[in-house]
């Protein structure tokens, strides 16, 4: 029997063993994971008296194969009654806020939000939709998410909505991250209908590799727009955690970081602190910049590319606070850069998902999410920014922003270290060579989570799959 090693235990690794397991093919895995616990980003605190929440991802998105994907995997773990759904029709879905020049305002949304001038901009979306269809395809392979917006749409649209979006997706700058690697159907509309409007209006073309089982074709019918878990997002990796322990084919190891790997006449040798580990083949669902300190020194190549995905570090700050004290219902706010670089945006948690309020009286939760690519500037060296500065930058901005005067009554705060990958201009390329590197120098190793080919969780799952797929269709 081949033995396959999964480096991390993130939701990656951890859906790379899932579908190892899943295949007839039998193979041994070892998930190797460095710290105490599985699921790395998803972490869901759960309060004695039932409230919850999340320090990372909060909604996942249903939609499109990699949704379906995620669906498909949450039903086959028996997660499906822990569901809960977010339809397109809810006020979370329909109000996202900007706040610009002090003020709290409703993003345009659905068919009128185009024929109106909606403040903070300046001219109804029409406008900008409207000539975007005589501008010429740009000339080169990649360019910035900011200037390919400015071209296409015009500057205050890149200056706001889309400098905002980048910040509430990547923690990241628009002028900086690559549109071809952060939001590939973009760049498709381009290149395939030579308009942003076009392609999005007529679709791509391509079709889903992915079919929908019963709980995927449910959230197609009900309209989600996201959905989370009763008990948080972290029941996903736990749940996950629990099949790979059943399925007798898994050997999983917490606390126990691979320090360095090299290749042998059979395949690799993974050493780890106190012992090494002989393996087939290695799926890395380590961070790119963790997985180059423990390469052979000789793969300079594979190190540098991989060293020049850099990810960026965010806070995040869960506060509580008693009543209903919202000024507005949505999904929450963004804050473009130029507004204030620190605070990235508030997400209002208890509008999505009220189920994860606690149960006895009225209570408010939301999180601060602050730095991103503006962490060093704005807080310093992450190593030197104490918690209780955090907060009370966070209390600030829910004071300022959303007029909240109360003090929260209880509040969390934690600093998530490169938390997430910024694929700046040129990563599709870096990627390309990475495993270019790996092909031409026969090497058994896969390429897996958020630092290749998209941050999101489903994305990161869809990773986990493809990669096993090319693995046991290679013979391992
Ligand atoms: C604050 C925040 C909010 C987010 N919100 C959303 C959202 O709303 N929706 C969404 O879809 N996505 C969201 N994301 C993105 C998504 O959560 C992540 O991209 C995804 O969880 C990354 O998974 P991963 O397995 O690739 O990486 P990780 O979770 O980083 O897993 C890597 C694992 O490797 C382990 N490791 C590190 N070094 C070693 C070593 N030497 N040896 C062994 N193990 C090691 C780590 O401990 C970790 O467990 C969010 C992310 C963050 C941080
Ligand atoms: C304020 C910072 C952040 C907020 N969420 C994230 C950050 C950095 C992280 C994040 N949010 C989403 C994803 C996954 C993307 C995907 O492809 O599914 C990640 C990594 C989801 C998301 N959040 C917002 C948007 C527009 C999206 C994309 C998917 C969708 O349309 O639902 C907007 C948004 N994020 C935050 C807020 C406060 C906010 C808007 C009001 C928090």
Redesign the pocket.
């Known amino acids: 029997m081949k033995t396959v090693a999964v480096l991390g235990g993130g939701i990656g690794g951890l859906s790379a063993a899932y579908y190892l397991c899943k295949s007839p093919q039998l193979t041994k895995v070892i998930v190797l994971e460095s710290s105490g616990r599985f699921g790395g980003w998803l972490w869901s605190s759960r309060r004695s008296d039932g409230a919850v929440f999340e320090h990372g991802?909060r909604?996942?998105?249903p939609a499109g194969p990699v949704g379906h994907n995620t669906l498909n995997m949450v039903e086959d773990l028996g997660l499906e009654g822990e569901i809960l759904p977010v339809s397109y029709s809810h006020e979370s879905s329909k109000n996202?806020?900007l706040y610009v020049r002090g003020q709290l305002h409703r993003m345009p949304s659905g068919f009128s939000g185009i024929f109106r001038t909606v403040p903070p901009f300046s001219r109804p979306l029409l406008f900008s939709l409207a000539p975007e269809i005589l501008v010429k395809k740009g000339k080169e392979d990649d360019e910035s998410i900011h200037s390919f917006v400015s071209r296409r749409l015009g500057k205050e649209l890149a200056d706001i909505a889309v400098d905002s979006?980048c910040?509430?997706?990547?923690?990241g700058d628009s002028r900086k991250l690559s549109l071809r690697s952060c939001f590939p159907p973009f760049y498709k509309a381009e290149q395939e209908r030579g308009s942003l409007t076009l392609g999005l209006l007529l679709g791509s073309g391509s079709t889903s590799a992915v079919s929908p089982g019963p709980l995927a074709q449910r959230s197609v019918k009900e309209s989600w727009?996201?959905w989370s878990l009763r008990r948080g997002v972290e029941s996903l990796p736990e749940s996950l955690t629990e099949f790979l322990q059943q399925s007798g084919k898994v050997q999983l190891h917490r606390e126990t970081a691979v320090k360095h790997i090299e290749a042998s006449a059979s395949g690799w040798k993974v050493h780890l602190e106190d012992g090494l580990i002989s393996a087939d083949h290695i799926i890395s669902a380590l961070p790119a910049k963790v997985l180059s300190c423990v390469l052979p020194d000789s793969w300079q190549t594979l190190i540098q590319l991989l060293q020049d995905v850099s990810a960026v570090t965010?806070a995040v700050v869960n506060l509580e606070y008693d009543g209903s004290i919202l000024p507005v219902k949505?999904?929450?706010?963004?804050i473009p850069s130029s507004e204030d670089p620190g605070v990235?945006?508030?997400?209002y948690d208890s509008v999505p998902f009220p189920e994860h309020n606690r149960p006895n009286g009225e209570t408010t939760r939301l999180t601060v999410?602050m730095g991103?690519a503006w962490f060093q500037e704005v807080f310093g060296a992450p190593e030197a920014v104490t918690a209780e500065s955090l907060l009370a930058r966070a209390t600030e901005a829910v004071s300022g922003q959303l007029g909240v005067t109360a003090a929260p009554s209880w509040s969390h705060v934690a600093l998530h270290k490169d938390c997430?990958p910024q694929y700046y201009l040129g990563h599709f390329k870096r990627v390309e060579s990475m495993r270019s590197f790996i092909r031409k120098n026969n090497l058994s190793l896969s390429l897996i989570g958020s630092s290749y080919d998209?941050?999101?969780?489903?994305?990161v799952i869809f990773s986990g799959r493809t990669a096993v797929q090319e693995v046991l269709a290679g013979g391992v």
């Open positions: 991802p909604g996942i998105r996202r806020y979006l910040r509430g997706v990547f923690a727009a996201q965010v949505g999904f929450g706010h963004l990235l945006g508030v997400v999410m991103g997430i998209g941050v999101s969780v489903n994305d």
